[in-house]
């Protein structure tokens, strides 16, 4: 490999293995039914079975945060997803012809969408279809779009200088073989670490929108709508706010580390192309 | 500098004319009529049709989105389906809410980031230089909202120094205004102030490496001189950027902040139309919250210009 292994990598890499755990393991297995509501247990303190407590239904924190994880990496995989299927190809095309129309107007196109947030987008799209997790991954990733097209189009602009992509073109290559031979294979790690940085972004605007109502339906646990129902207790029982704004906390934290970490790891000379894009 | 002026105006103005039809095309979208919402299951043909007429959504699509946006131009942007009030006053008056809210809270971030972060680039070799760049990356995984519900623990619950929530407007009761807005500026700015700091300190980190900077050492100045004359005015240009940016973000983040701390801006509003089904309400705010962001980034790009003569 071409770098060395850093504490970011290794601290991001931990909390992101974490989260993943803990959703994963959710399918199998949970102390409790995160929405079984149980009046008898309401507003429990940690202890007997139920290691955080419960909340104002009776429903168990710790499952509740365990099936949140989930959620949280649901929406931010698909979110991701969409922005980089779209904002990809897109980035490539704008590097490879930088002074075509063609580019001028991805760019144009790109700075539009860049005027409209994740959370503007969600509330029109809730607005209009009503607010769920489709709608809030939809809106995360639509307004991601731009960061990528950046992102590789900076990527590919400085791939496309390089002698190997010269022999290609000498050679007679096509465009459409150059991109996804040349370019696309090139760019990969800085794809990567974009990914990352992206789901720590995808993970804070889900919490936000479920915060605010137009993110994940209950019952369906989500950590943003925890701290939306925990805030008219904050005097009576803080510790419903604790768990899930130190579970969003730790998962941002973790992505973004894990991003610094594979800057470095996988390419000390990234650093440059982030900064200027 | 005339010539880049002009042609950034053009795209700015084409650019929110552009994001005019996204908006409107995207809400036109909507399955129902607001004649036929208004008037309920019970209402006959004729008295939609009525109301239809005199909402003005009987027209052609292209018409009613020149009469909307021509509308904008001059502050006037309808009339409410729901509740047969004018939006464009509301608007204003929340405008500013939400203006005072955001600035309050770039000023917290620039008086947190700039001092911590040239700190943290001069002292980048010992642990506490070290420590601000862990810290910031701790506060740049806290979201603004949860920096509220933090700071509402700390100090309103806790302390009991300060109002959980609620505003005052500054003409009823200034020194009330100033308690009320206290935490909210904290929650945007503490946030935001960690992502500056970072981009501060690689900033002053970069000006620092330069051969002018040595020279100006060189020439008789302490490195403390030498970076406060020569260097900070280098350093403010890729900060500028991201302040631009950061506005935007603070914009948005006030719309959450705002829930946070039950205060009248244009995010409350923004969420009381989409409650209320108020949709030209919905449109109206959406509209002056992008042609901000857009606003922004032209103020921007102008300042990277005028404060990198290089570009000229």
């Known amino acids: ?277 | 500098m005339t010539l880049y002026l002009i042609k950034r105006l053009a795209v700015l103005v084409a650019s929110t004319a552009v994001a005019g039809v996204v908006v409107f095309a995207f809400m036109a979208l909507l399955p129902g009529d607001p004649a036929e919402v208004a008037l309920g299951v019970n209402a006959t043909p004729e008295a939609v049709a009525a109301l239809r007429k005199q909402f003005g959504t009987d027209r052609a699509p292209v018409a009613q989105f020149l009469d909307w946006f021509g509308g904008l131009l001059h502050g006037d942007f309808g009339t409410s389906y729901v509740t047969s009030s004018p939006i464009g006053p509301q608007i204003t008056d929340r405008l500013g809410v939400t203006a005072v809210l955001v600035l309050g809270g770039m000023v917290v971030a620039l008086a947190i980031a700039v001092p911590l972060g040239t700190f943290a680039a001069v002292h980048h070799r010992n642990p506490l230089g070290a420590a601000i760049s862990a810290v910031s990356q701790v506060g740049i995984a806290i979201p603004a909202f949860l920096a509220g519900i933090l700071l509402v623990f700390v100090f309103a619950v806790q302390a009991q120094a300060l109002p959980s929530g609620g505003y005052v407007p500054i003409a009823e009761n200034p020194g009330e205004w100033l308690r009320s807005l206290l935490l909210p500026w904290l929650s945007l700015g503490l946030v935001q102030g960690a992502v500056l700091t970072r981009y501060v300190r690689s900033a002053v980190l970069d000006v620092m490496r330069e051969d002018y900077l040595r020279t100006a050492r060189a020439k008789g100045r302490g490195s403390t001189g030498a970076l406060w004359r020569h260097g900070l005015r280098n350093a403010s240009i890729p900060v500028v950027t991201v302040l631009g940016l950061q506005l935007a973000t603070l914009l948005i983040g006030a719309v959450v902040v705002e829930r946070v701390f039950v205060i009248p801006g244009l995010g409350d509003l923004l969420l009381n139309g989409v409650a209320g089904r108020d949709l030209l309400l919905v449109q109206g705010v959406v509209m002056v919250l992008v042609a901000a962001v857009l606003l922004i980034n032209f103020v921007v790009d102008v300042a990277y210009h005028l404060l990198d003569p290089r570009l000229r």
């Open chain 1, 1 to 277: 490999m071409r770098g060395r292994v850093n504490a970011g990598l290794v601290v991001g890499g931990l909390l992101v293995g974490l989260v993943v755990l803990a959703a994963v393991v959710s399918f199998f297995w949970t102390p409790h039914d995160p929405t079984l509501v149980d009046a008898a247990r309401k507003l429990q303190r940690p202890g007997g079975g139920y290691l955080l407590g419960a909340d104002k239904f009776g429903r168990d924190t710790f499952s509740q945060l365990m099936v949140g994880a989930r959620t949280t990496l649901y929406v931010g995989i698909v979110a991701v997803g969409i922005a980089a299927v779209i904002g990809t190809p897109l980035g490539v095309v704008a590097g490879m012809t930088p002074r075509g129309w063609l580019s001028e107007l991805i760019m144009r196109v790109n700075d539009l969408v860049f005027a409209f947030p994740a959370l503007l987008l969600a509330v029109m799209l809730g607005a209009v279809y009503g607010a769920g997790t489709l709608t809030a991954m939809i809106a995360i990733g639509v307004a991601t779009v731009p960061a990528f097209a950046r992102v590789a189009r900076a990527a590919t602009l400085q791939v496309m200088v390089t002698d190997y992509i010269l022999a290609a073109r000498a050679a007679g290559r096509r465009r459409t073989a150059i991109a996804v031979r040349h370019v696309l294979p090139n760019i990969g790690s800085v794809l990567i670490v974009q990914a990352s940085v992206s789901f720590a972004i995808a993970i804070l605007a889900e919490a936000a929108l479920s915060f605010l109502g137009f993110g994940t339906r209950p019952p369906t646990p989500s950590w943003g709508r925890m701290l939306q129902e925990s805030q008219e207790l904050l005097f009576a029982t803080p510790r419903l706010a604790l768990w899930p704004g130190l579970a969003i906390a730790l998962a941002v934290l973790g992505f973004n580390l894990l991003g610094d970490g594979l800057r470095d790891f996988l390419d000390p000379k990234l650093r440059r192309i982030r900064a200027e894009s």
